[in-house]
């Protein structure tokens, strides 16, 4: 038998319900009554209808939570896989200058430590970076 005015997470004990569990107010308003053992273990914190609208809160969360995780994770994939990712506007622009005037294989050996030898083909064919 639990006390009455007591509070349990969100449920607060009103007195015995006719069934022999526990009459308990959510904090929504909401009244029933619920099985002493699973207030006391604290499966029972706030009324149906609240749980089902924290759960799908929590599942909110947690779906967002693993977008962003897959999103990080592809994003440092794609920075690890690729030596573009790393190209800079500023280099990106200055590869394209050397171009002009150089072909792809002489920036190449300019650059190999800054870029790989195919986003500087893919600059020089106007495949990449056209905007700068
Ligand atoms: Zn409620």
């Known amino acids: ?5 007591e509070k349990y997470r969100h449920l607060t004990v009103l007195g015995d319900a ?13 009244v029933r009554s619920y099985s002493d053992k699973h207030i006391k273990s604290g499966r029972s914190t706030y009324c149906k209808a ?4 924290h ?6 969360i947690r779906i967002a939570q693993k ?5 990080k994770k592809n994003h440092k994939n794609r920075g690890e896989g690729n030596p ?5 506007t500023e280099l990106a ?14 920036v190449y050996r300019r650059y190999r430590r800054d870029v790989s030898y195919e986003t500087i083909y893919k600059i020089a064919i106007g495949d990449t970076w056209r905007h700068v």
């Open 1 to 5: 038998m639990l006390e009455v005015g």
């Open 18 to 30: 006719d069934n022999g569990g526990t009459l308990c107010r959510c904090d929504c308003g909401a």
């Open 50 to 53: 609240c749980r089902y609208k």
């Open 55 to 60: 759960q799908s809160e929590e599942d909110c």
């Open 67 to 71: 977008i962003s995780d897959t999103h």
């Open 84 to 88: 573009s990712a790393k190209l800079t």
């Open 93 to 106: 622009v200055r590869l394209k200058k050397q171009l002009e005037t150089m072909t792809a294989k002489e």
